[in-house]
């Protein structure tokens, strides 16, 4: 059954604020966490990008041995019932659209995954938590597969 929509928990909303009102305009990230049932993928988690994350106006990188730290102790600690599903960043922007970088690094992350990978943009310009649907894009590439597609994305409730 192909993957079509996506559920994010409170955690991971709370998270997505927290870091937006902490760098505004500024980018930010880190991983997502979950696991899929049926057409649906459930972020349980996310992560920020750890101390030496690089946050500028348009660039983020999460620090890498953070994020791997992250995504070991969260999988071991959910019994393997949870899994790396793929990133998160936001862009000054309303509406946000991934940029060529964004797609070549998903198809990247993709290839060198067993099965997907998303990537969830948020719009850090003028965000309310409130308007989070309508504020992020998310966007799934399935390995061994060009294409790239919009999830439809929701609360987990
Ligand atoms: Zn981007």
Known sequence: MPLTRIKFSSQALNLFNSEILEYGRIETGGVLIGNTSEDTIYVEKASN??????????????????????????VAN??????????WHTHPEVIPA????DLQSLNEIAD???DFCILLIIGN????????IEQSISLIQENG???VYVLEASDIK
């Open 49 to 74: 990008g750890g101390t030496n994350a690089i946050h500028e106006l348009l660039y983020f990188r999460a620090d890498p041995n953070f994020i791997d730290m992250f995504i070991d102790m969260e």
């Open 78 to 87: 959910s019994k393997c019932q949870l899994r790396y599903l793929g990133e």
């Open 98 to 101: 991934p940029s060529i970088k």
């Open 112 to 114: 060198s995954s067993d």
């Open 125 to 132: 310009k003028d965000f309310s938590p409130g308007a989070f």
């Open 145 to 147: 597969n060009d294409n």
